[in-house]
């Protein structure tokens, strides 16, 4: 049973424009959701994250907005540059009991010039 | 420098042999994981571990095993009953503190079974 989702496997946007990553998740528990970035043959690095108790949390292009009555979480990415083509996971973090972080299947963005 | 470190960057490995992946940090973090990413998949919970000589089992752990006899190391064993090896695995570690989220990866391992 997969907790943490992320349903479109990739995104094509163009150079200056916004790019909307997307996430879903099922378990109330989770109460940090972050978001990694990844290279191939790298490991992933850390992006931004947010607490279960904010809806928004923003740091220079990136900002992440968290929807707890959906589920839903997203990632936006303005004015995007083509630097940012990379694969994007969302994970999902419980600090109580076993603080572990889950993740989904991630995003792969291509950011057009 | 601080940071988290795995070696080697690549391994090959024999069927039916052992293989172990070295992680160590010297960020003095507490807990610290392994993933294993396939191609298309996400980043899958192999094992875990909070503290000194204490791990968990993650979503895939058969095949697998780890050890936590130092702070700083958490290293994993491939063995022979894990039926496909293949993959990149990647190592992390975080604080345990609260308001710190962040997970600090390492560069990663890619094993190929040969």
């Known amino acids: 049973d997969q907790q943490v989702k992320q349903n479109s496997p990739s995104l094509s946007v163009q150079e200056g424009r916004i790019s909307i990553l997307n996430c879903d998740y099922t378990?109330?528990?989770?109460?940090?959701f972050l978001w990694y970035k990844k290279y191939p043959a790298e490991g992933p690095t850390f992006l931004i994250s947010i607490s279960s108790i904010k809806d928004k949390n923003e740091d220079g292009r990136f900002t992440v907005f968290l929807n707890k009555s959906a589920k839903h979480l997203s990632l936006h990415i303005v004015p995007s540059q083509p630097g940012d083509s990379a694969v994007y996971f969302c994970a999902a973090l419980s600090t109580s009991g076993t603080y572990k972080y889950i993740f989904g299947t991630g995003t792969r963005l291509k950011v057009l010039a | 420098d601080g940071g988290i470190t795995q070696s080697p960057k690549y391994l090959f490995r024999k069927e039916g042999q052992n293989v172990t992946l070295s992680c160590e940090q010297n960020l003095n973090h507490d807990a610290m994981y392994w993933y294993r990413q396939d191609p298309g998949q996400g980043l899958r919970l192999i094992y875990y571990s909070q503290i000194v000589n204490d791990f968990q089992k993650g979503d895939i752990a058969e095949g697998y095993s780890v050890s936590r006899e130092k702070k700083e190391s958490f290293p994993l064993t491939v063995t022979s009953a894990q039926k496909n090896p293949t993959a990149f695995y990647l190592c992390a570690s975080t604080f345990m503190a609260q308001g710190y989220t962040e997970a600090f990866f390492g560069q990663g391992t890619r094993l190929t079974v040969v």
């Open positions: 378990n109330s528990m989770f109460d940090y």
